[in-house]
Protein backbone atom coordinates (compact mmCIF):
# COMPACT_ATOMS: atom_id res chain seq x y z
CA UNK A 1 0.00 0.00 0.00
CA UNK A 2 1.45 3.41 -0.62
CA UNK A 3 2.44 5.76 1.67
CA UNK A 4 -0.37 8.61 -0.03
CA UNK A 5 -3.47 5.87 -0.05
CA UNK A 6 -2.56 4.59 3.83
CA UNK A 7 -2.57 8.41 4.90
CA UNK A 8 -5.49 9.03 3.33
CA UNK A 9 -7.28 5.96 4.76
CA UNK A 10 -5.93 7.16 8.38
CA UNK A 11 -7.67 10.43 7.47
CA UNK A 12 -10.78 9.04 6.62
CA UNK A 13 -11.10 7.38 9.64
CA UNK A 14 -10.28 10.21 11.88
CA UNK A 15 -13.45 12.02 9.94
CA UNK A 16 -16.12 8.75 10.58
CA UNK A 17 -14.12 8.85 14.53
CA UNK A 18 -15.00 12.76 14.76
CA UNK A 19 -18.30 12.50 13.81
CA UNK A 20 -18.73 9.41 16.32
CA UNK A 21 -16.94 11.90 19.41
CA UNK A 22 -19.63 14.21 18.71
CA UNK A 23 -22.74 11.85 19.24
CA UNK A 24 -21.32 11.28 22.15
CA UNK A 25 -20.35 14.42 22.95
CA UNK A 26 -23.33 16.52 22.45
CA UNK A 27 -26.02 14.12 23.48
CA UNK A 28 -26.60 15.73 26.58
CA UNK A 29 -27.30 19.00 24.93
CA UNK A 30 -29.50 17.49 21.83
CA UNK A 31 -31.42 15.94 25.10
CA UNK A 32 -32.10 19.34 26.70
CA UNK A 33 -33.34 20.67 23.40
CA UNK A 34 -35.82 18.17 22.21
CA UNK A 35 -37.33 18.04 25.83
CA UNK A 36 -37.48 21.45 26.04
CA UNK A 37 -40.73 22.23 27.68
CA UNK A 38 -41.50 25.03 25.25
CA UNK A 39 -42.25 22.07 22.67
CA UNK A 40 -44.34 20.35 25.25
CA UNK A 41 -46.53 23.35 26.38
CA UNK A 42 -47.32 23.87 22.68
CA UNK A 43 -48.14 19.59 23.00
CA UNK A 44 -50.84 20.68 25.88
CA UNK A 45 -51.93 23.62 24.11
CA UNK A 46 -50.88 26.10 26.94
CA UNK A 47 -48.94 28.27 24.71
CA UNK A 48 -50.96 31.54 24.08
CA UNK A 49 -52.59 31.81 20.84
CA UNK A 50 -50.70 35.45 20.57
CA UNK A 51 -47.57 33.75 21.70
CA UNK A 52 -47.52 31.77 18.58
CA UNK A 53 -46.25 35.26 16.45
CA UNK A 54 -42.83 35.03 17.74
CA UNK A 55 -42.46 32.00 16.47
CA UNK A 56 -43.41 33.20 13.42
CA UNK A 57 -41.73 36.14 13.19
CA UNK A 58 -38.36 35.13 14.37
CA UNK A 59 -38.55 31.78 12.00
CA UNK A 60 -39.31 34.03 9.16
CA UNK A 61 -35.77 36.00 9.74
CA UNK A 62 -33.86 32.65 10.25
CA UNK A 63 -34.87 31.83 7.19
CA UNK A 64 -34.39 34.97 5.46
CA UNK A 65 -30.73 35.52 6.95
CA UNK A 66 -30.46 31.64 6.38
CA UNK A 67 -30.53 32.40 2.31
CA UNK A 68 -28.00 34.78 2.48
CA UNK A 69 -25.72 32.75 4.67
CA UNK A 70 -25.54 30.07 3.18
CA UNK A 71 -25.46 31.79 -0.51
CA UNK A 72 -22.23 33.43 0.81
CA UNK A 73 -20.85 30.43 2.05
CA UNK A 74 -21.81 28.82 -1.61
CA UNK A 75 -19.86 31.45 -3.21
CA UNK A 76 -16.47 31.10 -0.90
CA UNK A 77 -16.40 27.09 -1.54
CA UNK A 78 -17.91 26.77 -5.12
CA UNK A 79 -14.82 26.01 -6.10
CA UNK A 80 -15.32 22.29 -3.57
CA UNK A 81 -17.22 19.47 -3.65
CA UNK A 82 -19.05 20.88 -0.46
CA UNK A 83 -21.23 23.06 -3.44
CA UNK A 84 -23.29 20.11 -3.87
CA UNK A 85 -24.44 20.09 -0.58
CA UNK A 86 -24.29 23.69 0.15
CA UNK A 87 -26.79 24.39 -2.99
CA UNK A 88 -28.70 21.35 -1.77
CA UNK A 89 -29.11 23.45 1.73
CA UNK A 90 -29.64 26.98 0.04
CA UNK A 91 -32.55 25.19 -2.01
CA UNK A 92 -34.11 23.85 1.11
CA UNK A 93 -34.20 27.45 2.34
CA UNK A 94 -35.69 28.87 -0.33
CA UNK A 95 -38.88 26.11 -0.08
CA UNK A 96 -39.01 26.53 3.42
CA UNK A 97 -39.17 30.44 2.64
CA UNK A 98 -42.95 30.48 1.34
CA UNK A 99 -43.86 27.86 3.74
CA UNK A 100 -43.22 30.45 6.76
CA UNK A 101 -44.85 32.75 5.81
CA UNK A 102 -48.15 30.36 5.08
CA UNK A 103 -47.67 29.90 8.45
CA UNK A 104 -47.76 33.81 9.30
CA UNK A 105 -50.33 34.09 6.88
CA UNK A 106 -52.91 31.54 9.38
CA UNK A 107 -52.15 34.05 12.23
CA UNK A 108 -53.22 36.85 10.57
CA UNK A 109 -49.84 38.43 9.88
CA UNK A 110 -48.20 39.87 6.87
CA UNK A 111 -44.39 39.87 5.35
CA UNK A 112 -44.33 43.40 6.22
CA UNK A 113 -45.58 42.80 9.83
CA UNK A 114 -42.97 40.07 9.93
CA UNK A 115 -40.18 42.12 8.83
CA UNK A 116 -41.45 44.97 11.02
CA UNK A 117 -41.10 43.16 14.42
CA UNK A 118 -39.08 43.82 17.04
CA UNK A 119 -36.82 40.80 17.62
CA UNK A 120 -35.23 38.74 20.65
CA UNK A 121 -31.67 38.72 21.14
CA UNK A 122 -31.66 35.02 22.41
CA UNK A 123 -34.28 34.32 19.37
CA UNK A 124 -31.59 34.85 17.17
CA UNK A 125 -28.26 33.97 18.17
CA UNK A 126 -28.69 30.87 15.80
CA UNK A 127 -28.95 32.68 13.12
CA UNK A 128 -26.98 35.29 14.09
CA UNK A 129 -23.90 32.37 14.93
CA UNK A 130 -24.75 30.94 10.97
CA UNK A 131 -23.47 34.36 9.57
CA UNK A 132 -20.54 33.86 11.22
CA UNK A 133 -19.64 30.60 10.57
CA UNK A 134 -20.65 31.49 6.46
CA UNK A 135 -18.55 34.24 6.97
CA UNK A 136 -15.57 33.10 9.01
CA UNK A 137 -15.95 29.21 9.25
CA UNK A 138 -15.52 26.30 6.28
CA UNK A 139 -18.00 24.27 4.54
CA UNK A 140 -17.50 21.72 6.98
CA UNK A 141 -18.64 23.22 9.95
CA UNK A 142 -22.06 24.56 8.46
CA UNK A 143 -21.98 20.68 7.32
CA UNK A 144 -21.66 19.09 10.22
CA UNK A 145 -23.53 21.80 12.45
CA UNK A 146 -26.35 21.34 10.30
CA UNK A 147 -26.30 16.99 10.53
CA UNK A 148 -26.41 17.27 14.22
CA UNK A 149 -29.21 20.33 14.25
CA UNK A 150 -31.32 18.43 11.88
CA UNK A 151 -32.35 16.28 14.26
CA UNK A 152 -32.92 18.12 16.65
CA UNK A 153 -35.13 20.98 15.18
CA UNK A 154 -36.83 18.65 13.05
CA UNK A 155 -37.67 16.50 15.89
CA UNK A 156 -39.02 19.52 17.65
CA UNK A 157 -40.77 21.00 14.55
CA UNK A 158 -42.69 17.70 14.31
CA UNK A 159 -44.12 18.18 17.40
CA UNK A 160 -45.03 21.68 16.99
CA UNK A 161 -46.57 20.99 13.95
CA UNK A 162 -48.92 18.08 15.19
CA UNK A 163 -49.68 20.31 18.13
CA UNK A 164 -50.73 23.42 15.63
CA UNK A 165 -53.17 21.55 14.32
CA UNK A 166 -54.39 19.69 16.97
CA UNK A 167 -54.78 22.80 19.72
CA UNK A 168 -54.73 25.85 17.30
CA UNK A 169 -56.60 24.50 14.61
CA UNK A 170 -54.29 25.23 11.70
CA UNK A 171 -54.68 23.61 8.54
CA UNK A 172 -52.27 21.33 7.03
CA UNK A 173 -50.63 23.92 4.44
CA UNK A 174 -50.68 26.52 7.83
CA UNK A 175 -48.14 24.33 9.64
CA UNK A 176 -46.43 22.26 6.45
CA UNK A 177 -43.27 24.78 7.42
CA UNK A 178 -42.43 22.76 9.98
CA UNK A 179 -43.02 19.47 8.27
CA UNK A 180 -40.83 19.82 5.33
CA UNK A 181 -37.27 20.04 7.16
CA UNK A 182 -37.68 16.07 7.07
CA UNK A 183 -36.93 15.61 3.95
CA UNK A 184 -33.23 17.26 4.17
CA UNK A 185 -31.95 15.74 6.86
CA UNK A 186 -28.42 14.39 5.79
CA UNK A 187 -27.34 10.84 6.48
CA UNK A 188 -23.89 9.94 8.08
CA UNK A 189 -22.65 9.07 4.65
CA UNK A 190 -23.58 12.35 2.88
CA UNK A 191 -21.53 13.97 5.96
CA UNK A 192 -18.56 12.49 6.14
CA UNK A 193 -17.06 13.02 2.19
CA UNK A 194 -16.98 16.74 3.21
CA UNK A 195 -15.64 17.07 6.78
CA UNK A 196 -12.87 14.75 5.14
CA UNK A 197 -12.21 17.06 2.43
CA UNK A 198 -12.15 20.07 4.49
CA UNK A 199 -9.51 17.99 6.69
CA UNK A 200 -7.42 17.32 3.60
CA UNK A 201 -6.65 20.94 2.65
CA UNK A 202 -5.18 21.42 5.79
CA UNK A 203 -6.78 24.90 6.90
CA UNK A 204 -9.65 25.32 8.75
CA UNK A 205 -10.78 28.45 6.81
CA UNK A 206 -10.13 27.24 3.38
CA UNK A 207 -8.20 29.93 2.34
CA UNK A 208 -5.77 28.39 -0.35
CA UNK A 209 -8.94 27.66 -3.14
CA UNK A 210 -7.91 24.78 -5.63
CA UNK A 211 -5.02 23.54 -3.49
CA UNK A 212 -4.13 19.51 -3.71
CA UNK A 213 -4.60 17.80 -0.04
CA UNK A 214 -1.00 18.55 1.47
CA UNK A 215 -0.92 15.44 3.19
CA UNK A 216 1.82 16.57 5.79
CA UNK A 217 0.03 19.86 6.32
CA UNK A 218 -3.13 17.52 7.43
CA UNK A 219 -1.48 15.60 9.54
CA UNK A 220 0.27 18.49 11.60
CA UNK A 221 -3.17 20.14 11.67
CA UNK A 222 -4.74 16.46 13.11
CA UNK A 223 -1.87 16.19 15.56
CA UNK A 224 -2.59 19.65 17.02
CA UNK A 225 -6.36 19.09 16.61
CA UNK A 226 -7.17 22.35 15.01
CA UNK A 227 -9.38 21.72 12.31
CA UNK A 228 -11.56 19.19 13.95
CA UNK A 229 -11.41 21.75 17.52
CA UNK A 230 -12.98 24.28 14.98
CA UNK A 231 -15.74 21.69 13.95
CA UNK A 232 -16.53 20.50 17.49
CA UNK A 233 -16.91 24.42 18.42
CA UNK A 234 -19.34 25.60 15.72
CA UNK A 235 -21.44 22.56 15.86
CA UNK A 236 -21.74 22.89 19.63
CA UNK A 237 -22.53 26.65 19.38
CA UNK A 238 -24.92 26.53 16.75
CA UNK A 239 -26.83 23.86 18.66
CA UNK A 240 -26.41 26.15 21.58
CA UNK A 241 -28.04 28.89 19.87
CA UNK A 242 -30.72 26.71 18.84
CA UNK A 243 -31.38 26.25 22.75
CA UNK A 244 -31.64 29.58 22.83
CA UNK A 245 -34.10 30.26 20.71
CA UNK A 246 -36.63 27.50 22.17
CA UNK A 247 -36.03 29.08 25.44
CA UNK A 248 -37.03 32.38 23.88
CA UNK A 249 -40.11 31.30 22.55
CA UNK A 250 -40.49 29.34 26.50
CA UNK A 251 -40.48 33.22 27.97
CA UNK A 252 -42.81 34.62 25.78
CA UNK A 253 -45.44 32.12 25.93
CA UNK A 254 -44.82 32.39 29.78
CA UNK A 255 -44.30 28.52 29.94
Not at 51 to 77: D, E, M, P, T
Not at 136 to 155: E, H, M, Q, R
Not at 180 to 197: C, H
Request: with cysteine.
Amino acid sequence: MSETLQVTQDATRDSAKLLHELHRELHPLLQRIITHRYVQALEDGRVPRDALNALAIHQHHIVSNGLKNIALLLARFGHQPSRKKLHEFLQAEFAVHDAVLSFADALGLSEADLQAAPLSLEAMMFSYYETYVCLYGSDADLITAFYFDAKVWIANALRVSRALKAHYGLSHDAARFFEMYANYQPKDEEVLPYIQSALERGAALGDCPGCKPDFTTLQQALDQGMTARQIRESTRLLLEGEWHFWEAMAQVAGV
